[in-house]
């Protein structure tokens, strides 16, 4: 009896320890949660080499790109590598038909050329404090839900005041685990980052939307960028003056490349994971959620990808928009898939009968954590409506009508016109009519009424009546064919597009009067019913809620530390500094199908079709290849293109450097595979994989394609190739 009782606890905690490799680590625990385990792995240096404050290490070269990217700064004056998709806007924005950056690249010469972009920052973190028990002082267990956050608030605010006044970074205060840890982050943030040099769209996004989120990929996501400050090295707004940033670590980087089996690690700024959900609402994400998004987006991409093919000019318009619609419409396709292929929900499942299982095995934690799941499920099934008609609205009112969205924008002016605000609006007119160019160059009237044909009827359906505004209620009882009718009215009677010189003519000269059109006009009455509706009622029915599924999330994170004391819990993803590490090694995306870990430029080529919008490729691309001019970067006489790992990724680690044992940078992080882009609420090890641009790859465009090797000459570049005995490993590995 005694020896089955500890092989089911044995049994259990093999069954619960992960692979290893799951996990977005706090980098300044790593030497006391993840080293030996790292080592293992095959890492060779030391936690205080990863992350310290005491000394130059590798965190110092880690670079928040935008707040949205991450970037690495890769040579002793400030010199910035990042994704082509991260730089996207900013490649754009110095583009015209003219100099079409986007579609030919760019490659400034020297400093001189650099491109300056106001607005675009890069941050680089000081230091993290752990102040949980400043945020929780007076915390206590029978304050409520609000309670506790409005306390939490409110010393937040006051811990922020008194550091920041004795402080020359940028500080924050983040939740970890829901709310059971606070951690401060200092950070520093330039303000001067130049364009340095990006490929065309043929390298730097080539298979576009196809082949995005797929594996085995062909693309050269990289751009080149650097930071400048001011005279003292410290962050500067941008001017001429400025001078290339000093860091105090840059990454070395390696070109011997990377075999199967070879330690990998990422470090960067994971954006949001939910990793810790109960079952049913993993249920809800994959049968309710992710199915209502995806087809209201399916929708909407068939309306643009039918006038896309119909008009060149349309097609360019939306190119960008498409990218983005489609980009997470295809990620939760592939969470779906992922989820169910893998029972993932059995199995979580199943963790929750052992979870319940060992927490009643000890009397002491029963007591206190006993309803924890049990009404965590609940709050999640309560939340569920109002979550699917928050849904609805965001990707209808929002992202999905693009007029109701652009009529947000005159809210304010509006509002400052009815209160009689005259400085007020003039400041906000001014502001608008600035923007409108960016509005109509990229805007096709006759395809957003299609869109508001097609999904205000799916939008109206999904709502509840109750809180619903008068005039949104009506619409939901009209006859088909008389909403029909309304539609295309609205649109006639488009203010902003009748006569766009005119508008911006009465926004300058006579904001009142536009505003004052703007308010009684049809386009501008629905766009606010519906946003005041969303913000007014959906939002707070779902917020009481929310401020106990934090609550009921923490504990039962907490029970679970508590209950396997064993088990490393990481909290999940942030947009705060982590690390997270792995191995290079291949999959199996289904039955009998065998995917290698790393592509080669004859894959590039094999995928070309001469003049397709995705799979076209420059001429001189084409020659390198037939002359195999691949300078010291090949590998075998082959150019490597792209490898995956099993770092566990996610949104916001795009351009996070890949780093060997040695903390050496030997790739790119930029995507993830389909089959494993469940990993935001369920890693697993059979399948997630995370996508690299190869360095040598990089390195060869800069070098040979772009004759920017002044560029390589500015890096410490490290060659140590791998021996035969790795190489083997690879042949041992694969199935052939
Ligand atoms: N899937 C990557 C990410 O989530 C790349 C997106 C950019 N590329 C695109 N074709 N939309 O950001
Ligand atoms: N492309 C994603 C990004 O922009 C990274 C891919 C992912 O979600 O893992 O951050």
Not at 103 to 122: R, V
Not at 152 to 165: T, W
Not at 201 to 225: C, E, L, Q, Y
Not at 633 to 657: F, L, Q, R, W
Request: proline share 4%.
């Amino acid at each position: 009896m005694k020896i089955k009782l500890i092989s089911f606890f044995l049994l259990l905690l093999l069954s619960l320890q992960s692979s290893g490799k799951e996990g977005m680590w706090i980098p300044y625990l790593l030497g006391q949660l993840n080293q030996s385990e790292m080592e293992a792995m095959g890492l060779e240096i030391t936690a205080e080499d990863i992350y310290s404050v005491n000394q130059s290490s590798l965190k110092d070269a880690i670079v928040h790109f935008n707040e949205g990217c991450t970037a690495e700064i890769i040579s002793s004056q400030g010199l910035l590598l990042t994704n082509h998709h991260c730089g996207y806007s900013q490649i754009q924005r110095h583009s015209t038909v003219e100099q079409d950056y986007l579609k030919d690249g760019f490659w400034a010469k020297s400093n001189a050329e650099e491109l300056t972009n106001p607005g675009l920052t890069a941050a680089i973190v000081k230091y993290m404090e752990d102040v949980t028990n400043l945020v929780l002082a007076e915390a206590t267990d029978k304050m409520s839900p609000s309670e506790r956050e409005r306390l939490v608030r409110d010393n937040i605010r006051k811990l922020l005041d008194e550091r920041g006044e004795s402080s020359e970074y940028d500080l924050s205060i983040v939740p970890f685990y829901y709310g059971d840890q606070y951690i401060l982050i200092a950070k520093e943030t330039f303000k001067d980052v130049r364009l340095v040099g990006a490929p065309p769209s043929s390298i730097g996004k080539f298979g576009a939307d196809t082949d995005n989120w797929m594996w085995p990929r062909h693309t050269g996501d990289f751009s080149v960028f650097r930071i400048y400050a001011g005279a003292d090295n410290k962050p500067a707004e941008v001017a001429e003056a400025n001078v290339p940033y000093k860091p105090n670590y840059h990454l070395k980087v390696n070109i011997s490349g990377v075999a199967d089996n070879d330690f990998s690690m990422i470090f960067g700024f994971p954006g949001r994971t939910q990793e810790y959900l109960p079952s049913n609402e993993m249920e809800n994400i994959i049968e309710v959620y992710d199915p209502a998004r995806i087809a209201i987006r399916a929708k909407l991409l068939k309306i643009l990808d039918r006038k896309m093919r119909q008009s060149d000019a349309t097609r360019i318009q939306y190119a960008s928009k498409y990218a983005g619609i489609s980009n997470a419409w295809k990620k939760w396709i592939g969470e779906i898939k992922g989820i169910k292929e893998t029972n993932g929900v059995e199995r979580r499942r199943q963790l929750e009968e052992q979870f319940l299982a060992a927490l009643n095995s000890k009397p002491e934690l029963r007591q206190q954590y006993s309803d924890v799941l049990d009404e965590l499920k609940k709050l999640y099934e309560d939340r569920k409506p109002v979550m699917l008609e928050r849904y609805h609205y965001i990707e209808i009112g929002y992202y999905g009508i693009e007029i109701m969205r652009h009529m947000l924008g005159y809210r304010g002016l509006v509002e400052a016109y009815r209160n009689e605000e005259e400085e007020e609006m003039k400041n906000l007119a001014t502001r608008l009519a600035n923007g409108l160019d960016n509005f109509y160059k990229d805007y096709d009237i006759d395809l957003d009424r299609q869109a508001m044909q097609e999904l205000l009827p799916v939008y109206l359906e999904a709502m509840s009546e109750e809180g619903l505004p008068e005039q949104l209620k009506e619409l939901k009882k009209m006859e088909d064919e008389d909403r029909r009718e309304y539609i295309d009215e609205l649109y006639e009677d488009l203010i902003v597009l009748e006569d766009p010189v005119e508008f911006r003519e009465m926004l300058m000269e006579k904001p009142g009067k536009a505003a004052k059109k703007l308010g009684k006009s049809e386009a501008f009455q629905l766009s606010s019913a519906m946003y005041g509706h969303f913000l007014e009622v959906l939002n707070p029915r779902a917020s009481a809620m929310e401020d106990k599924i934090d609550h009921y999330q923490r504990e039962y994170i907490s029970a679970m530390r508590k209950v396997f004391p064993l088990k490393r819990f990481y909290p999940d993803a942030n947009s705060t500094l982590r690390v997270a590490y792995g191995k290079v090694e291949p999959y199996e995306p289904r039955d009998a199908v065998f995917y290698d870990t790393q592509t080669y430029l004859d894959g590039v080529i094999a995928k070309y079709i001469p003049g397709d919008y995705e799979f076209d490729l420059p001429e001189k691309l084409i020659d390198l290849y037939e002359n195999q001019d691949y300078g010291p970067y090949a590998e075998d006489g082959k150019m490597p293109v792209c490898y995956i790992a099993s770092n566990h990724t996610t949104g916001g680690n795009s351009g996070s450097p890949a780093l060997n044992s040695r903390g050496e940078l030997v790739g790119l992080n930029f995507d993830r595979v389909w089959e494993g882009t469940m990993s935001d609420i369920n890693y697993d090890i059979s399948r997630c994989r995370n996508i690299m641009v190869d360095i040598r790859y990089v390195l060869f465009i800069i070098d040979k394609f772009a004759d920017s090797k002044y560029l390589v000459d500015e890096m410490d570049i490290v060659y140590n190739p791998v021996v035969e005995k790795d190489r083997g490993m690879k042949e041992a590995n694969t199935k052939f």
